[in-house]
Every structure is written in C-alpha cells, then in structure tokens.
C-alpha cells in the first residue's frame, strides 16, 4: 500500500530483506549489503530466491509455495532453498519481509523530494499517487502478492507481525503528511485515506485497464484528501 514514510526511516530489528542467515532468522544490515566476495554473493542468492516466492504468491498464491517449486523458478539448487529457509513458512515470512522491506524503500525514496519544503494538499495527493504507481511497476510490492500475503495472515497467525510492523509504519507516514497538509484530526485522516487505497487497489485488480485507474484513482484520491481538509474540490 502506497504512502508517505514518516520524518526519518525506521528499520525494524531483524526485517532487513537482503541479510545472509539460515532458517529464517535475522538479517543483515546496509553496510553488510554494499559488502564483497562470497558474503555478497550469498545476499544476492538470498534475494533472488524471495523474488522467486513472490512471483510464485502473485501467479499461484501462497499455498504454491514450496522448496522445490522456488529452486525451479530462481533456476536455483534445493539445497540452496533449504540452506536458506529451512521451512514453507520460513520462506514466506521472509517474502513478508523482503515486501515490506521494498515497499518501504519506495515509499522513503518519494518522500525525501518533499522532506524540507512546505507542502499542500496536492503535494500529498502526488506523493502518494507516485508510491502508487512504483508499487504496480516493481514485481516485489505487486498489490497481488501483497493481499495474497495478507489472506495468509487469516489463515496462519504467525505470520502477523511482520505485516503489522509494516502497518504502523504506514500509519505513521500517512499521518505525519495529513499533519503537514493542515489536517485537524490526522489519525483518523490517515486510516481513511489508507482505507481509500486498499480498496482502491483491490477493485483494480479486476480492471486492469491502466490508463483508466490512473486517472480515477488520482482524481478520487484528490477528492478524498480535499473533502478530509474541509476545502473546496480541487482547493
């Protein structure tokens, strides 16, 4: 789900996506990902093999997921699957992360260009729009794998708490830009506005006409944020 990122970025302990570990376990940090040699070369497996399950989420949905159909799809070795995650739900709740972990990326990338100037209800239907529109291009925050990910949550709780650590921070961005735009009652603000874009992205996965959400959605989107400030459309 696309917005704004708070006033400074925040990783969580262990949710970096590209460190090296087994099992599923904790992860690396930045210095350790700009790293060379043999360390760097098992971060990028690690990576291409998360990219691999969501691709798998996206095509077939969680319940595809398995060793073996990752390794044939990264065209990697079993062993390297099972070297990395011991177990399914390993992989998974590492592609939970490794989702959250891109999306936020994104996300603090847009709203750097809008860190240390004054912004308006426009500025904040732009950076919004924009994380949108990077979410449907990168095949790592596909809106398809993300509510698959999501429905697995119903299904096997222990999955939780990666995506809620990723719901905060996205309550928090969202509320920090209501703030800057002059809204009276932001929380509340930015849980409508979020509300708005899941179900906006949801609907738009049966309409794949691009073009066409595009335009709708930023026209609503701007409708929603000017009817939350009180102004007048297009104010």
Not at 67 to 92: G, N, P, Q
Request: aromatic share 8%; with cysteine; charged share 30%.
């Amino acid at each position: 789900m696309a917005a704004p990122a708070g006033r400074s970025r925040k990783r969580r302990n262990g949710a970096a996506a590209e460190g090296v570990h087994g099992s599923g376990g904790g992860a690396g940090n930045a210095a350790g990902d700009r790293a060379r040699g043999p360390y760097a070369r098992g971060v990028e497996r690690r990576r291409a093999l998360l990219e691999a399950v969501l691709r798998i989420v996206k095509r077939e949905g969680v319940a595809a997921v398995t060793h073996r159909a990752v390794a044939a799809e990264s065209e990697a070795s079993l062993r390297a699957t099972t070297y990395y995650f011991a177990t399914k739900d390993d992989m998974i709740r590492e592609a939970f992360r490794f989702f959250c972990e891109q999306s936020l990326e994104q996300i603090d990338a847009t709203a750097a260009h809008y860190q240390d100037r004054a912004v308006g209800p426009g500025d904040a239907v732009a950076m919004i729009f924009e994380n949108v529109l990077k979410e449907w291009d990168n095949p790592n925050t596909s809106w398809v794998a993300e509510f698959e990910l999501i429905l697995a949550i119903a299904r096997e709780p222990a999955f939780a708490p990666e995506y809620r650590a990723f719901q905060e921070r996205l309550d928090t961005g969202l509320k920090w830009t209501m703030e800057r735009i002059g809204s009276t009652d932001p929380v509340r603000d930015a849980r409508i506005v979020l509300a708005f874009l899941r179900g906006f992205e949801l609907e738009q996965l049966s309409r794949p006409e691009r073009k066409a959400w595009q335009r709708k959605m930023r026209s609503d989107l701007s409708h929603l944020v000017d009817s939350l400030l009180g102004l007048p459309e297009g104010g």
